[in-house]
Each structure stands twice: as structure tokens, then as C-alpha cells.
């Protein structure tokens, strides 16, 4: 199950938050930014009113034995679910304390960052807690409505990537740990579906944006990741852990914290999930400890929580937390034989700066993408590239590589085009374009795209190339159902030039291409050349005619689908 508001969150597995299935960060509420967006659905705002009506109740939480006559100072410390069970030992002592006639009484309750967010939005400032300690800093930057300051660096924890035993020795990455980018790029299921509503799914994609940042297929990775993780099938890195736990060597990989790992290991008294410190360093999770809307506190209230501060900063905290599995402020690290050995670099935090490039790069990623596919079948393409294949099985392999880079949100067609192929076109129909969730045949229209693409070895026709008619005709044929809320693309696939001398020019191609891209309908192409004998500068053309087009060359066996992924995974 997930992990919910609330919740008696131990240090186990299986505490994860219900979060939103896929990557996308598109809603109305955009403009306040994507963690916001990230709750906007009816169900979270229903779950918020329920929450902001209901008593602060802790599932598990005993009141302090309180005089008859003394009044209960209630205070309200908010955590990251995996620290509360740290964060109630630590301020056990304080509960009960007398203040004059008044006692102390301490709730620890648990929740989602991102849940507490949301809740500022809609709960008046008495109904925030007092103090404040998510899992990472990176909150801090989006509690754009709470009034918070820092107090101190409570625990830390490196982020890991986990897997099985069997899983992490199979691929290698016990000798040899990967670079984040190759670990989350899709070797092994990712498990964890929505990698930007957690500090620890955000903190692997800055590390990834932050590798890559010199690198020309810096946006490639981050998308990998992206898509390989929007497959994912566990609510939670904690979901993912008890699965793993319970998993072989086909179980999924998961980005969390060295802290979750420990916990896993120890419930299930048994060394069942590894720990692999990426080689390109890791970033740690900073749970700050943070006062909230202190300028509303009464002298008596401020007093009490003075008190639990002093708690929460002596050096008995630091001796709880590392009891825990977590790092304490100074770095000092977890009690325990089975503390995995750290063997690479930490990553120093990251700042609001990052995140926000950050989410304007994954916002032009997960724009949905709706997608027609040209596939030239002329005689040419049976021409061999190496011994095992010729050009039209590399179309057929790099097609569906690139079925993989869309989500089931996004759609896809597919036209076979060559001289004179059907009725005096020049092009026919493989399959519509249509979402890939959609029913197709008995099964969804991404499992008939990939028969299609199977049998394109088997359609090669007779004839010359007829490049200039087809991409006219598709160009025209996705304005007709245009999407203004997706990218709209062709993708040409061909190895030689155009040979269809009744048809129109390559001049008169590329004019009405730039007057279509001027409208309100925009229709990008990207064009992959084939082999050397592609007309390159006739592609180049025709692709920057449209907004964002661009033209590729692939004169190796390995290059197509890489060209594909790189086109695919690039909006600018």
C-alpha cells in the first residue's frame, strides 16, 4: 500500500505516499509551479478538506498522563514519514513538561512533503504545525505559502540505488557501480512510476541533469530515465524495497536512501536488498529541521517550543538519529555492522536554482507527443548494412526503439511510402495515429504498431522513392486532427532521394512547409537519411522548414536508434 498523510510510518518498508501515476507535470495550476500542480487533482483537494476538518489524531500517539489541573500547550511537529520514529524518541522527554500551570503535549505526525504543501494552501495559519521537517530542503523552494525558518540540519542520509542481490551481481554494478543516467536508463524496470513528486526521484534526476550538462545527449538521459520510470509499477521507493525484499533477479531497481535500504534490511532480518553508490557521486537528503509562522506563536507557546528545540539540538538527537540509519548533522555515520560502505563522492545540496531548471527541462520533455512515422519500403532499403541485417530490418528495430521513448499518453502512426503504392498515392496506411493505450485489434495500439513494424522486412515494393508527395501528404493529413496540448511530429525514415518526377518540387515542398509552420498549427519533421546515399541536403531543407525540425545521418547500424532517441528526447 502507499504511504499516507498521517500515517504511523516505522522504519520498515511499505509506508510509500499514493502519488500519481507517470511523469507529466501538466495542470491548471502550472503557473504555481509543478509540486503544486503535482496536487491538484480532486482526490489529493478532497483528501486536504477531509484532513483540515478532522482532529490532529495519530494513529498510534498517547497522550502524556496530564495533572487534571494543568492545561495541555498542544504542539504539532510535521515529519517526512521515515524520520518520525527518530523525531518522537527525541522529544519524548519534553512531553509532559510543566510550564507554569500549563503542560507540553507533543503530536509527531507524518506526511508526504509534497502533501504538506498542499495543505498550506487550504488550511489557516493556526492549523499549520509548529515545526516542520521534510525530507529534504528542496521543499523549502515550494512552500511558497508556509513562513519558515531554519533551525539546524536534523539527519541526512545518501541517496543509493537499490536492488537485488541477484539483480545489482547480474548487471555487473557490484564491482563496478554505474553513472545515475545508465542505473535509472531503463536496464531494469524502474519501480518508483513518478520520479519527480519525491526528494529522492527529484535529487537522481538534478544528479542526472547535473552529469550531463556538458554532454550533447544530457536531455537523452534525463528522458530515459524519465520513461523508464513511467513504467514503473510501485506507488513508493518503500513499495519498491518490500517487492525487491521479496523479489529475484528480474526485480525492479529504485532510486531512494541508504536510511530505507537499512530499514528493508533489517525488517526482514536478512541482507536482501544492495546498496550501489553511483560512480558519479551521490546527493544526500537533508531533513531540516524548520520552525513555521513563529511570529504567531504566544509567549507561553513560543516558551514550549523552545523547549522541544532544545531537545531536537542536543547531542541525545544525534545519538537517536544515527540509531535510526541516518547520518547525523556532522556526517557521523549510522550505528551498525551492516552500514553499507560508502565508496564515492557526496554531491554537495542542491539549490532552488537547480530544481527550477530542472523542472523547465522535464516540462518541454513530458509534453505528450503525437507522432506519424514515415517508412520508405522502396527496393533500396533491402541494400545490406552488415551481415545480419539490411536497411529496412534497421527501420523496423529503431521504430520500435522508438515506441519505448513515448508513454502510453502519447500516439503514433505509421505510414509505407515508395513510387505509385496505392490509388496513384504514393503512400498507404500501416495503422492510424492513436494513443498507445487505445484498443486496437484485441490489444492496444502499441502492441500493433510493434506487429507492424515486425513485418516491414516483408513489404518492400518495387520502385523508386517518393519523398516530397508523402511528406506533403502527412503534413497535411496530422493538421487535420492536430493536438494544440502535444508536440506534433514526422518522423521520415529513407535512404535515398526523391524519385518521383510527376509530383512537386523540392522548392515548392519547402514553401508550403514555412507557410504552414507560420500558422497556429505547427508541424514538426524530423528527417533520418539512411545510409551515404541519402539526399541529406534536400532532408536538411525540408526539416527546417519546419519549426524545430531537424535532419539526421545514420551510416552505421547503431546510429539509427540513437539518432531516433536523440530527436525524440530534444524540443528545442
Known amino acids: 500500500m502507499g504511504r499516507h498523510a498521517d500515517a504511523d510510518a516505522g522504519l520498515g ?43 490532529r489524531v495519530v494513529p498510534g500517539f498517547v497522550p502524556w498522563p496530564f495533572r487534571q489541573d494543568c492545561t495541555p500547550i498542544p504542539l504539532e511537529i510535521v515529519t517526512a514519514p521515515e524520520i518520525r520514529p527518530a523525531v518522537t524518541a527525541i522529544v519524548e522527554p519534553v512531553q509532559g513538561r510543566e510550564l507554569g500551570s500549563s503542560c507540553i503535549a507533543v503530536e509527531v505526525r507524518g506526511q508526504d512533503p509534497v502533501q504538506t504543501i498542499a495543505s498550506a494552501t487550504v488550511l489557516p495559519t493556526d492549523r499549520w504545525p509548529d515545526l516542520w521537517i521534510p525530507d529534504s530542503s528542496l521543499w523549502v523552494a515550494r512552500a511558497e505559502n508556509l513562513s519558515v525558518a531554519k533551525v539546524r540540519t536534523l539527519a541526512t542520509s545518501p541517496l543509493v540505488i537499490a536492488g537485488s542481490v541477484e539483480t545489482v551481481t547480474d548487471l555487473g554494478w557490484a564491482g563496478t557501480p554505474p553513472p545515475w543516467a545508465t542505473a535509472l536508463s531503463g536496464v531494469r524496470q524502474v519501480a518508483v512510476p513518478d520520479l519527480t513528486s519525491t526528494a529522492e526521484g527529484l535529487s537522481a534526476l538534478l544528479t542526472i541533469r547535473r552529469s550531463a550538462a556538458d554532454v550533447p545527449d544530457g536531455s537523452r538521459a534525463l528522458a530515459s530515465a524519465l520513461v523508464a520510470a513511467s513504467r514503473g509499477e510501485h506507488d513508493s521507493d518503500e513499495e519498491a524495497l518490500t517487492a525487491i525484499v521479496e523479489g529475484g533477479p528480474d526485480s525492479p531497481v529504485v532510486p531512494t536512501t541508504e536510511q530505507k535500504v537499512l530499514a528493508a534490511n533489517r525488517a526482514s532480518m536478512a541482507t536482501a536488498v544492495a546498496t550501489v553508490f553511483p560512480s558519479d557521486g551521490s546527493p544526500s537528503l537533508d531533513y531540516p529541521l524548520l520552525t513555521v509562522a513563529s511570529s504567531h506563536w504566544p509567549e507561553q507557546h513560543r516558551r514550549a517550543v523552545a523547549a522541544v528545540l532544545d531537545q531536537l539540538t542536543g547531542s541525545r538527537a544525534d545519538e537517536i538519529i544515527r540509531s535510526h540509519g541516518f547520518h547525523d548533522e556532522k556526517g557521523t555515520r549510522p550505528d551498525g555492522q551492516d552500514v553499507p560502505q560508502q565508496s564515492n563522492q557526496l554531491i554537495p545540496l542542491y539549490s532552488a536554482t537547480d530544481l527550477a531548471a530542472l523542472t523547465d527541462q522535464i516540462n518541454e520533455l513530458a509534453e505528450p507527443t503525437r507522432m506519424l512515422v514515415l517508412v520508405d519500403i522502396s527496393t533500396s532499403m533491402s541494400a545490406r548494412v552488415d551481415e545480419d541485417r539490411d536497411r529496412i530490418s534497421l527501420v523496423r528495430d529503431a521504430a520500435k526503439g522508438a515506441l519505448t521513448l513515448l508513454t502510453d499518453q502519447d500516439s503514433m502512426g505509421a505510414w509505407a511510402f515508395a513510387s505509385r503504392l496505392e490509388d496513384g498515392r504514393d503512400w498507404t496506411e500501416l495503422a492510424p495515429v492513436d494513443r498507445l493505450d487505445a484498443s486496437d485489434g484485441g490489444g492496444t495500439h502499441r502492441q500493433r504498431l510493434t506487429d507492424l513494424f515486425d513485418g516491414l522486412p516483408d513489404s518492400l515494393r518495387s520502385g523508386g522513392t517518393a519523398v516530397y508527395d508523402t511528406v506533403l501528404g502527412a503534413v497535411e493529413h496530422m493538421r487535420e486532427g492536430y493536438d494544440a496540448g502535444s508536440e506534433n511530429v514526422v518522423v521520415l525514415l529513407t535512404d535515398g532521394t526523391n524519385e518521383e518526377s510527376r509530383g512537386i518540387s523540392l522548392d515548392e515542398l519547402e514553401d508550403q512547409l514555412e507557410e504552414a509552420s507560420g500558422g497556429s498549427e505547427p508541424i514538426r519533421i524530423i528527417a533520418v537519411g539512411m545510409g551515404k546515399g541519402a539526399d541529406m541536403d534536400a532532408l536538411r531543407r525540408i526539416a527546417e522548414a519546419t519549426p524545430n525540425g531537424s535532419h539526421h545521418q545514420a551510416t552505421e547500424p547503431d546510429e539509427l536508434e540513437e539518432v531516433l532517441f536523440d530527436a525524440l528526447s530534444s524540443r528545442t
Not at 495550476?29 to 478532497?46: D, I, N, T
Open 13 to 55: 518498508p511499505g509506508q510509500g505516499p499514493d502519488r500519481g501515476r507517470g511523469w507529466t507535470w501538466r495542470s491548471a495550476a502550472h503557473q504555481r509551479g509543478p509540486l503544486v500542480a503535482l496536487c491538484a487533482g480532486g482526490a489529493v483537494l478532497l483528501l486536504l478538506l477531509v484532513a483540515a476538518v478532522q482532529p
